[in-house]
Structures are given as C-alpha cells and as structure tokens.
T-cell receptor, first 109, second 114 residues
Framework: SQQGEEDPQALSIQEGENATMNCSYK?????LQWYRQNSGRGLVHLIL?????REKHSGRLRVTLDTSKKSSSLLITASRAADTASYFC?????????FGDGTTLTVKP | KAGVTQTPRYLIKTRGQQVTLSCSPI?????VSWYQQTPGQGLQFLFE???????NKGNFPGRFSGRQFSNSRSEMNVSTLELGDSALYLC?????????????FGEGSRLTVL
C-alpha cells in the first residue's frame, strides 16, 4: 500500500478561501515533499520539509510536519482558480519516492 | 535549462505488443526514475537508474524493464502489453546519489492498450 495517504480525497472551495490538505505516512522519514499535478500533466515540486523541521513557508504555501503523528499538512492561502490541481505528498529518497493518493482541489472563481 | 523530455507523449498499442518509452533528464542529472500512474493504483514506482545501473526496482512484473545510457537518457520497455498497462508513465530526474531533494518530472507518456 502507499506510504502516504492524503485527506480529503477531494476539496472544493471558492476563490480567496484557504485550502488545507493532510498527509499521513507509515514509516520514519528523512523528509517529506509536496507536489502538484495539473490534469494529465507531470508533477511539479512545491516544497520539501525535513524531519527536524516543524513548519515551512513558501509564498502562499505553508507546510507543517508532525513526526510523532507521522502526518503533514499543506495549507494554500488565498486560493486562486489556477490552484485547481491534484496535490500529492511524497516520502523516501528522491529517486525512489512513495506518493500518496492525492487530494484533488477545485477552486471555483 | 531544458526540462525533462519524454517521448512519445501519446501512443496506442494493442494487447501483446511491446512499447518503448524514452526520457531525457535535465542536463547534469544522473538519476532517472520511472513511475506509472493509473486512476486505480495512483503513482507507483517502477525503477530508478543512476549512472547506467538500476538502483531500485518497484513491484512490477518482469515485462517492465528499463535501461540508462551513458548520457543519462533512459528508456523503459513494456513487453506483452496487457489492458491494465494503460497508464500515464512519468519519468523524473534528480541529481542522484546522496541527494534527497526534489524530483523533476516530464509531462509523461500516455499509453493506451486496446
């Protein structure tokens, strides 16, 4: 089974609202990464958080990591229609990463 | 800097045929990984190559194989195609050995098996 599981599977919000998606994983990690995928396209790296970090920011993105609960969350603030995509968390060493099932985010204009 | 290039982008095959997909990594990247993405199974790791050697392999049958050339370009091959092999095949490159950073993905090759 997948190392990471995202929650919720799908999320629909209005433009300007915040979107939060969660990821749980099973084994110990060195780092956790979040990727974005527009429909049928390749994945784009968003942010990496190391196991000794608790929170990281990048523009409108905020990622938290709780290694005691083996979970991470991705917050997108002030969402835009262009944020509509699927979001995946990934663990493991870069070449051999294990991806969760993803959260499909729809941002309505 | 050019990104990861995958060819072909789309292809249609019939059951029993074989297919070869190609991936050119970002210049300077020595690691190439392949993933299969389907609606039912999500993103599944196929294999990783580094300096022409397979470094990791996922849980796929022997019909799935790959290789990496001295210029880091990689190919994957699927023989005796089955309907269930219909998927988006994604290639990703990274700096490689000892690097635990981001993967750079190509746009994928969408394979349809009829």
């Amino acid at each position: 089974s997948q190392q990471g599981e995202e929650d919720p599977q799908a999320l629909s919000i209005q433009e300007g609202e915040n979107a939060t998606m969660n990821c749980s994983y099973k084994t110990s990690i060195n780092n956790l990464q979040w990727y974005r995928q527009n429909s049928g396209r390749g994945l784009v790296h968003l942010i990496l958080i190391r196991s000794n970090e608790r929170e990281k920011h990048s523009g409108r993105l905020r990622v938290t990591l709780d290694t005691s609960k083996k979970s991470s969350s991705l917050l997108i603030t002030a969402s835009r229609a262009a944020d509509t995509a699927s979001y995946f968390c990934a663990t493991g060493n870069a070449g051999k990463s294990t991806f969760g099932d993803g959260t499909t985010l729809t941002v309505k204009p | 800097k050019a990104g990861v290039t995958q060819t072909p982008r789309y292809l249609i095959k019939t059951r029993g045929q074989q297919v070869t997909l190609s991936c050119s990594p970002i210049s300077g990247h020595r690691s190439v990984s392949w993933y299969q993405q389907t609606p039912g199974q999500g993103l599944q790791f196929l294999f990783e190559y580094f300096s022409e050697t397979q470094r990791n392999k996922g849980n796929f049958p022997g019909r799935f194989s790959g290789r990496q050339f001295s210029n880091s370009r990689s190919e994957m091959n699927v023989s005796t195609l089955e309907l269930g092999d219909s998927a988006l095949y994604l290639c990703a490159s990274s700096l490689g050995q000892g690097h635990t950073g981001e993967l750079f993905f190509g746009e994928g090759s969408r394979l349809t098996v009829l």
